[in-house]
């Protein structure tokens, strides 16, 4: 199965022929479904691909301050919730969209608020500990138990029934191993079950683990830091592990965290996935995803956040004890700004820097590559009476419902924490990563498809297991992340590139801070990222 | 127009020779009049494959394995009686009409036949597929018979064009019709009916225009006039044909049947038994009704001293432990929370069903709110000295959180110093880890508890847990609990209340987990417990 059995639906046209008869037709009738769909803002990011062209070399009007965050993702936003909570009040945040949260942002429809993105955030780890500290400030912690570890309030742990599977024409519970592993595979299952073990309980001679959250914190050990220059798809190769279940729920792995097959992913972020975090552990969300954490995170800020302002060149401090200017053009009132900095925290990922930063040559961002994401919110009807539903919205749904027979991750239920006896009209958030074709082809396809074709292909590969599902949808709203997740390919994690050694020195004054400095993109390392950071400008 | 047909196809089955009457006017009506006989018999005909297939699927659910099987059997079906049609050799026309009727009677009678077959018959799915494998026979016969008798109309490709491309225009018709006009404006019951007439207007149509082509004519005819006058007195009273489809569903007859958004209500009466059916499940008999309601709100009410003011109940729109409750010369306001209004609606302003509650819902002290239980008590900064927790059994998801350790923890927030407790948990008997584990769930939070049971038997052995803030004796009820029973009970004897507090081993506690939102495991207790016991 590859991405061109998708393409047909995506790109629209019968141009490729299909190579999968489950799937349903393509010419799916969006009759009486509305939608749209929704950022972020390509034209204003592609604005800088040009050089800022048209746009002021020194902006007339100059503000002063001792910090400028740019980018008001996890990474920004935590990196302004340190420095407010530790007093320095002498900073704003940047941010090109109109409203902060990047990958975690969240809409809402009549129904429920909805995830645009990340959706949940797994019970951190005690090395997780910035993620501990908002979550206690959140009011999340209800307690601790014997071992002084935080208990967290079960409203907002995902309820029961968390996972399900459509496989073979029908639902089963549980997304796992376990659960897709025929008896033929216990061997296979067993040998993976006792490496995750042995690499789980692995400590160094400092006592670090094999792979911890913050990635930072994970053991330097030269055998397993040479994991990273396989793939996952190698690795299992050379273990001759070759069920199809279990390569299945590894690839699905590894597209649902990183947007990446098993062929791309290095072992050694495949290993942590499985690794990093407790055994068992629950995961946290809410009907807007991580768009309550954003959400905390904005409110502590306060009104130090413009938002829909590009920022369109920086340029480092220099030797002289000059400061960082950064000009910005705010798209609303198309003034344009010049600040003038101590510290800029750069939040932005970094495939964006040689458009931004003057002197930032491309090699130094050439290995960063990015997965493109299509995420669907979809607005089911609840009119019918919940006695009769058989469905998706019917009492026993899961959270987080997975199709074996698609390159989607299936969908997640808005309303599943909801605390309502019946279950009623929700909003289903559906992600597709792009992950079979490279990256640039992929982002040039999502952009130049039509709400239509999307929506299409949306609802036909969702009809496998909801074929009434089409009757039921009222609104389709889609968001297409041209770079939703930094890919970790193998080489790239322990490469040089994401070291980046000596950058900040070449840059004075330009704290970097973003989850692609870790090579993984998660809420942990986001919020990490940014942590250090406002901790050096604290510290200096 | 009275047709004089030169051929006498009808009457001595001799082909005539070919081409030989094409042109003729007579011969232009009796073709023009089966073709659009075609169109009809398509249409009703896959009208009945889906009604088949959406009765299956609302029967049966799995809409995707219903429509597929009934599909597949049905176009099996066609297949065989399209065979089966070499084996008409004389009469063609007669057959044709004979088998209309058939088709009519037997496509018409689909809903009907299907809606008693579930409510009566255990070998529902042996019906199902006898019923659309007849269906299929006969309308599979149909249209080759129409070709041959067809055969001496037209020239051959001129008939194989016209005949099929009406029969797929008939399906298209059909297959739009159904779901945007037939189900949602005329229902199952009557799209059923009328296509059945369809059927036969074609039938008696045929009789009368072509009358001399019949052997037999007058009793074909009277057979089509028959059936026709059958079907159209079913179309007539197809509404209560389904009113009495549902009311086999029940084994009682049904007095009463509504929708809300949220269930459907169905309360049936036999002789002075009166019943009530939520969603196909049986809330309460009015025979035993009292030994339920007296178990769950008495020991409750007495087991303290202090008199109970002010009273919560959740769930139980019934009104039968507000009645319980207003018993009590103490009580000074009941709050009654219940997401359903047609619950409340019906046994509060419905004459004949609130006198069963004693007209407690009209109660002045009673405070009626239609609000989800959980979300409700979210919101609440009241306390009060007393909650009555009379969900529906924790038989989904849905309704597990109802039962969950957030519950019970908010619900201790609801409660002033020295407030009672009682809960409904089902049966300890038949789901004893369900039982065990809302017990282990209320402990969980905090709450002392005292486990009971009473019998029930409508139900059978019923559970109940007191609990409250500090340790109950159960000795309170050996003594001066008893005393404080209010008069006219007919369960609760004074001297029976110590022994509901005792559990025979088959009952006894068992270790079980707590029932958390993130796990739920009541949910999977229940159902596993009832997997076990059926429901009787």
Redesign the interface.
Known sequence: MTWMSLAPWVMGAGACGRSRSELPDHSVSLEGIEGEIVGPSMEAGHLLRSGGAGLPASPPEVQELDTLIVGGGIAGLTAGWRLNGEGHGDFKLLELENEVGGKSRSGRSSISPYPWGAHYLPVPSRESAIVRKILEEMGLVIGRDADGEPIYDPRHLCHAPQERLFVGNRWQPGVSLRSVAEPEDAAELAAFESRLRELRDFRDEQGRRAFALPMELSSRDPGLLALDRISMAEYLDAEGWTSPRIRWYLDYCCRDDYGCSLDETSAWAGWHYFCARPEDSEVLTWPEGNGRLVDFLRRALGNRIETSTLVYRVRSAGDGGERVSVDTLNLKTQVTTRFRCRRLIYALPRFTAPYVIEGFDRSLSRSFTYAPWLVANLTVDGRRRPSQNQGYFSSQTAWDNVLYDSRSLGYVVATHQNLSAYPGATVLTYYLPFVDLDPVSARTRLQQASWSELAASVLGDLAQAHPDLVKRVDRIDLMRWGHAMIRPVPGFIWGSDRRHDGLEEKFPGILFAHSDMSGLSLFEEASYRGAVAADRVLSC | MEANPTDPVGRSGTPSPAGGQVATPENGVFARALLISVFVIATCGLIYELLAGTIAS?LL????TQFSTIIGVYLFAMGVGSWLSRFVLRELVTMFVRIEILVGLVGGLTSPVLFLAFAEVSAFRVILYGWVTLTGILVGLEIPLLMRILEHELPFADLVSRVLSLDYLGALAASLLFPLWLVPRLGLMRSSFLFGVLNLLVAVATCHLFADRLAARRRVTAQAWGALVLLLLGLMSSERLMSFAEQRLYDQPVIYAD?S????LVITRKLDEVRLFL?GNLQFSSRDEYRYHEALVHPAMTYFEQPRTNVLVLGGGDGFAVREILRYPSVERVVLVD?DPLMVKVFRDHDELSGLNGFALRDPRVEVVHQ????WL?RLDEQFDLVIVD?PDPR???????Y????YQRLTAALRPGAVVAVQSTSPLHTREAFWCVNKTLKTVGFHTLPYHATVPSFGKWGFILAAAQPLDVAVFQAEAAGRLPQGLKYLAPGLLPGLFLFPPDMGPVDVDEN?????AV?EYHERGWKATPPT
């Open positions: 609302y659910g799995d809409s995707v929708s958004p949220y269930q459907r969603d997401l989800d239980a959980f979300i979210d969900f989904n998801f849905s309704l597990g959180k109802l969950s350790t957030t519950f958390r939102l993130n796990n739920q949910v």
